[in-house]
């Protein structure tokens, strides 16, 4: 509240609160003691006029004279302030009186002594008349007797000493607030003194602060006032100075930046002329890419596809190893390729990753198989480490982890000539929904100094860049590995010391998946026994892990006698050891003693399976009972060697066909146009074609193809984008616009390049075609293509056999495939059985239903109910019943005539599987 005060109301409550107390205490302490005194006076008075009044009544009182006694009491009430007078016997009798009677009760007896009571109003007196009083008249005195005479009574009243007290407060009050006003108006006069100086120096301050420079202050009247008018004075002659020497240079600024200003805007002139042409040659440069990309990969293309083809011809061993050797250069080329291209766009901002769902560990262990010969070829140990805590479903793009990593790998198994390549992913830290990994990969290799790590992600620049080093490349990978996993949140790095080795690591958070029920132990491996066999340490760890994460109770063996001797131990036990998984290579256990060793093993009711390095399968083969079921390349994949390890244990009844079931019907071969301006590419594509099985015709540009689709009929046209005159592109959409115009139903279009660059595939489906199929091009590939576009299947050539072939026929398709259906279900057997159960247990309604609609003439219900049917064989074990409906579901969608003897094939393929399961029931 103080602080609100203004300098005024500061000053007249320092001037008026001391000063007002101070007169109200010594008033109010005068007052009361002027009331004091004239109340002591009153009663001094009193009793003087009692003790005056005493001798005066004694002669009377000792007469009894009433008379004279009221005489004296009228004369008293004379005296000031006397209100009643009364004469009282000896015994207190009255006597005589004069005035009112009296206010306060007679004062109480205390022999004879004098007494009094006060009231607000009166005081009263009671003096007893002794006879010594007698003296005072003349009278002789009995000094005997002292008995009083009488009594007198007087009563003084207090109005007058009230009034007095009043007038004295009144004037008291009256002198205060007369000095209380005097000092007010003294404290405002200097209060004014102050403030009025305030007030200017406050308006000239805001004066200075809305630039007025010029306003001064006057002298002010007292010697500290003009000393701070000096000073601001002083000041705003300082502003003053200092606003026109900026105002000055002010002005200079902008003159030289009005010419700079001028200079920049001819220098963005420029830079935008330059920025221009910047992003035309970045342009031009994408467009090189991607005309270098067709270019270089088109010849590729018919380098491996003929070079595929000349293969499976005779050939003399000499000319196998030229073909072998001409393949693997063209594959490095392609990868080489490959690389330039992810750095470019990577560079342009233009790769999109993926989220879907992967398994970790598969993801790890498919990279160390692709790479497993190469490291073999140098009898490096490949293996790897995935710690139990380690989540394995996880979300991301796998395809780029996996190239991540394969490049890491990759380059470990380079650079180390020998020892060991270990692969270990671990849990960092982890949420709810998240978890944090770190994925290394260590060597024993050469190891890097610190100059090599500090140059070692950059682009085209490789560790090893002297003329003598063996490793090639580009240079590129671990630039394009950095990149990638930085687009994914993560980090990468390195740790090396020159000749011990190195250890690339990779941080990665990725999103949780649903858990896969597949990383569960396998049924038939839980609580059992087996033991291993390995020399290598860590890849014995390594296996000891992966076989108790199969559910198994794992004893590790050091040597054969250990582990002939450990299964011998236990045969006899509760629980015997009923598996063996051997890690051998040729120095270690030749082929000749493993074969003794695994009669053994089997007399010992002992099943075991082998793991030998990748080179080496063929040296193994013949020494073991069922080299099918008993021979894995190491390093051991989990899922291969569940399922391999439970075939073991218990075998499973492959279904067979019986021999009386007929064979499907064979339907006409696909009608194929291919379009290529380079004749080499298109023969390849028209030879493969044709060794499947399909009718081709082919055009060598966009023209002649719209030609051919306007006099005749295609299932299928494989259209090349790059062409003369008319492109891809165009030759798809005038083939599009004809289709409209005539009502046609629109021929599937696949384009057949070599285009790789981000959104081709978005501007191709764009033009009116239907699939995207990049070159280079397997049989495989158009097989499924064609499969997926026509219904029509093709015969590929690792299933035909050296007979040639009756074409055009469709190639044999069994009714039940049980192999197929354990592929389709992950190798999951209870889930293959259950997925056909679930199918055969609907076959019978579909078959009616599609009856009725076909009966019913309804086109669109047909459909459905075909496609529905169609999406529940995509995951059975029914080849010749999916392509029945693949088949019947596309001419249908065609409106093709021929879709009525599609449906009579797709109802007898139903009516074959029908048959063939109730005779493997």
Excluded at 760 to 772: F, I, N, T, V
């Amino acid at each position: 509240m103080i602080k609100d005060l203004g300098i005024k109301g500061r000053v007249l409550m320092l001037t008026l609160l001391p000063t007002s107390l101070l007169a109200l205490v010594l008033g109010g302490y005068f007052t009361w003691v002027q009331l004091s005194d004239l109340q002591a006076q009153l009663l001094q008075r009193g009793q003087m006029i009692s003790e005056q009044l005493a001798p005066l009544a004694a002669p009377a009182l000792k007469r009894g004279d009433a008379v004279l006694l009221q005489r004296i009491a009228q004369q008293a009430l004379e005296q000031p302030d006397v209100r009643a007078v009364s004469f009282l016997a000896a015994e207190r009798t009255p006597l005589a009186h004069a005035g009112p009677s009296m206010l306060n009760s007679a004062p109480g007896s205390r022999g004879l002594q004098a007494a009094q009571s006060n009231s607000q109003d009166a005081t009263r007196f009671l003096l007893p008349v002794l006879p010594q009083h007698l003296s005072l008249t003349g009278a002789p005195q009995d000094e005997q007797n002292d008995a009083p005479l009488g009594w007198v009574e007087l009563e003084l009243s207090h109005h007058s000493t009230l009034l007095s007290g009043y007038r004295s407060l009144l004037a008291s009050l009256l002198l205060i607030g007369t000095g209380l006003a005097i000092t007010a108006l003294l404290a405002l006069r200097m209060s004014r003194t102050i403030n009025e100086p305030l007030r200017q120096i406050k308006h000239s301050v805001a004066q200075l602060k809305e630039g007025h420079l010029e306003t001064r202050l006057p002298p002010l009247g007292s010697h500290e006032l003009d000393e701070l008018a000096s000073g601001i004075n002083r000041m705003a002659e300082a502003l003053q100075n200092a606003q026109e020497e900026l105002q000055h240079s002010i002005e200079q600024a902008t003159e030289d930046v009005r010419q700079n200003l001028e200079t920049i805007e001819i220098q963005n002139i420029e830079l935008d002329l330059a920025r221009k042409e910047a992003l035309e040659a970045s342009r031009i440069k994408s467009e090189f890419l991607a005309n270098m990309s067709h270019e270089i990969r088109t010849p590729l293309n018919g380098i491996l596809g003929f070079t595929n083809l000349l293969q499976k011809s005779e050939l003399t061993p000499r000319q196998q190893d030229y073909l072998g050797t001409i393949e693997k250069s063209a594959d490095s080329l392609l990868a080489i390729i490959n690389e330039i291209l992810d750095f470019s766009k990577i560079e342009a901002g233009k790769l999109v990753l993926e989220n879907i769902p992967f398994n970790l560990r598969d993801l790890l262990q498919d990279t160390l198989t692709i790479l497993a010969p190469a490291a073999h070829e140098k009898q490096l140990e490949l293996l790897s480490l995935v710690y139990r805590d380690t989540p394995l479903s996880l979300i991301g793009d796998p395809l780029r982890l996996k190239q991540v990593l394969t490049n890491l790998v990759s380059n470990a198994i380079k650079f180390t000539r020998e020892g060991s390549i270990v692969m270990r992913a671990m849990l960092e830290d982890e949420s709810a929904d998240r978890a944090q990994l770190r994925i290394s990969v260590q060597d024993t290799g050469i190891g890097l100094s610190d100059d090599d790590l500090g140059e070692l992600f950059q682009a085209f620049t490789q560790a090893d860049n002297s003329l003598s080093r063996q490793a090639g490349g580009t240079g590129l990978g671990l630039v394009i590995s950095k990149r990638l996993i930085e687009q994914m949140g993560g980090e990468i790095g390195v740790t090396s010391s020159p000749g011990e080795g190195s250890e690339f690591w990779i941080s990665l958070s990725l999103p949780k998946a649903r858990d896969d029920a597949e990383d569960l132990p396998r049924p038939p491996l839980l609580g059992r026994r087996a033991a291993i066999l390995e020399s290598h340490e860590l890849a014995r760890q390594a296996l000891q892990h992966q076989l108790e994460d199969c559910g198994l109770e794992v004893s590790p063996c050091t040597s054969l006698d250990h582990l002939q001797h450990l299964v011998q131990e236990a045969q006899h036990s509760a629980r015997p050891i009923e598996l063996a998984v051997l890690g051998v290579s040729l120095h270690s256990l030749p082929p000749e003693q493993l074969g003794q060793q695994i009669d053994s093993l089997e007399r010992l009711n002992c099943k075991a399976l082998v793991l030998c390095p990748t080179t080496e399968q063929s040296r193994y083969h013949a020494s073991l009972p069922d080299a099918h079921s008993q021979l894995q390349a190491k390093p051991a994949c989990t899922r291969k060697l569940q399922r391999a390890l439970a075939e073991l244990i218990s075998p499973r009844q492959r279904s067979l066909l019986p021999a009386a079931a007929p064979a499907p019907t064979a339907s006409r071969a696909p009608r194929i146009l291919c379009v290529d301006d380079n004749p080499a590419n298109l023969l390849l594509v028209q030879t493969l074609l044709d060794d499947m099985g399909a009718q081709t015709r082919i055009a060598h540009s966009g023209f002649e193809a719209v030609e051919l689709v306007q006099q005749d009929r295609f299932d299928l046209i494989f259209m090349d984008i790059q062409m003369p005159g008319m492109d891809g592109r165009q030759a798809s959409e005038a083939i599009r616009q004809w289709e409209n115009q005539q009502g046609r139903a629109p021929v599937a279009i696949v384009a057949l390049t070599a285009h790789a660059l981000a959104n081709e595939k978005r501007a191709l489906l764009q033009s009116g075609m239907d699939d995207y199929l990049s070159k280079p091009i397997s049989e495989r590939q158009l097989a499924q293509v064609v499969l997926k576009w026509t219904g029509l299947p093709l015969r590929q050539h690792s299933e035909v056999t050296s007979q040639p072939a009756p074409a055009p026929q469709q190639e044999e398709l069994r009714v039940l495939d049980s192999d197929e259906g354990l592929c389709l279900a992950a190798g999951k057997a209870d889930l293959a059985a259950d997925m056909l159960q679930m199918l055969l247990a609907g076959l019978a309604a579909d078959r009616q239903a599609i009856a009725q609609a076909r009966q019913a003439g309804d086109r669109n219900s047909l459909i459905e109910r075909v496609h529905r049917l169609h999406g529940a064989t995509r995951y059975c074990g029914v080849p010749q019943l999916r392509a029945a409906c693949q088949r019947c579901e596309t001419l249908l969608k065609q409106n093709d005539p021929s879709a009525t003897q599609a449906l009579d094939e797709l109802d007898q393929a139903i009516e074959r599987l029908a048959c063939v399961t109730q005779v493997s029931a």
